[in-house]
């Protein structure tokens, strides 16, 4: 048999009881050159009788047991060892695959012929509203070029996910273990690839509030990011074209440590001045040369970083929200 043009690595991690309906979405694909390969362990989380009902309804899904609950990143790895299809795709329990999404890909990939990372658009579904992704406006601006990352570094910049984008198989390192252990393979097999390719439509909808997925690895924290981020660079330091990509990795990764620090629930009280000096360590660790920091509100947060002025940055925190309630009663 022939091998699909699309392999789906689904961990079957499903605490908010959503899987369901990602499979659903996925078998009523217009579309039809695929395979599922879903990833179960003996985690709670793992719905295994649902998989298995799935697994006997359509031969493209493939239900792979693993004997111990390893975490979102091995669960990958081992599905895409699995993987038969050209692309890969990973995907989690919360996302929801447009009717026509795999049919647009396809007709992509036919002008393109064969690429390294094809990159798509999402959105994102909070509170019943649907809000574009955060790369959208740069994927609209890629052009339909083919070409390394090099020749758009704007696209290293966007927010590291890898259920965005289909990666040719053979090419995807293995996931870390930790949070965050999309950041690495994201960064990674775009530093690497001589062929990335853009389509400028939204093909995925997510259903939860940030990246984040909630199972991670055992023992994981928020200060994995900080060694998912050192790994990125690291595989960036191998790219031909390291010196055009660095700047827009650094902004990535100075936003992504701000936005990790500020969002509830994260990072708890008593490990704030921790984190921030490590986010600080990282900012004057990394600087490219010749760096020139975002303008405005935000530019003034990354000077604060990069000095390592905690009680300046809580300070200035503060005093935006402050502004913010006086003008909200206004």
């Not at 999402?122 to 740069?138: F, K, Q």
């Not at 950041?183 to 990674?188: L, T, Y």
């Amino acid at each position: 048999m022939a091998p699909p043009l699309i392999s789906v690595v689904l961990p079957s991690h499903d605490r908010n009881g959503q899987l369901k309906e990602c499979l659903d979405a996925l078998l009523a694909q217009s579309f039809r050159d695929f395979e599922v390969v879903l990833v179960v362990d003996p985690s709670p989380d793992c719905p295994e009788r649902t998989a298995e009902a799935y697994g006997m309804r359509d031969p493209r899904i493939t239900v792979l047991s693993l004997s111990a609950a390893v975490g979102i990143g091995r669960a990958r790895n081992a599905g895409a060892a699995r993987a038969r299809g050209d692309y890969l795709l990973f995907l989690d329990s919360d996302h929801l695959v447009d009717p026509d999404a795999f049919g647009a890909l396809a007709e992509r990939l036919d002008e393109t012929g064969a690429v390294d990372v094809l990159l798509f658009g999402h959105e994102r579904l909070h509170r019943d509203r649907l809000w574009p992704g955060a790369g959208t406006a740069v994927l609209a601006e890629a052009g339909p070029q083919v070409g390394p990352a090099a020749d758009r570094p704007a696209l290293i910049g966007t927010p590291p996910l890898i259920w965005d984008r289909l990666l040719r198989r053979g090419t995807v390192p293995p996931f870390p273990d930790g949070h965050y252990d999309e950041i690495p393979v994201a960064h990674g097999t775009l530093a690497a690839a001589d062929r990335v390719a853009v389509l400028p439509r939204s093909c995925v909808t997510i259903r939860r509030r940030h990246t984040l997925h909630p199972t991670g690895s055992p023992g994981a924290s928020h200060f994995d990011l900080f060694d998912q981020y050192a790994r990125s660079f690291e595989l960036l330091g191998a790219a031909p074209a390291a010196d055009a990509l660095r700047p827009h990795l650094f902004t990535r990764m100075i936003r992504h440590l701000l936005f990790v620090f500020d969002l509830a629930g994260c990072v708890d009280r008593a490990e704030r001045p921790q984190f921030f000096q490590r986010a600080s360590d990282y900012y004057r660790g990394y600087f490219p040369e010749g760096y020139r920091r975002p303008d405005g509100r935000e530019g003034v947060k990354f000077s604060l970083l990069a000095s390592g002025a905690y009680a300046a940055f809580e300070v200035a925190k503060l005093s935006h929200i402050a502004r913010g309630a006086v003008t909200g009663r206004r």
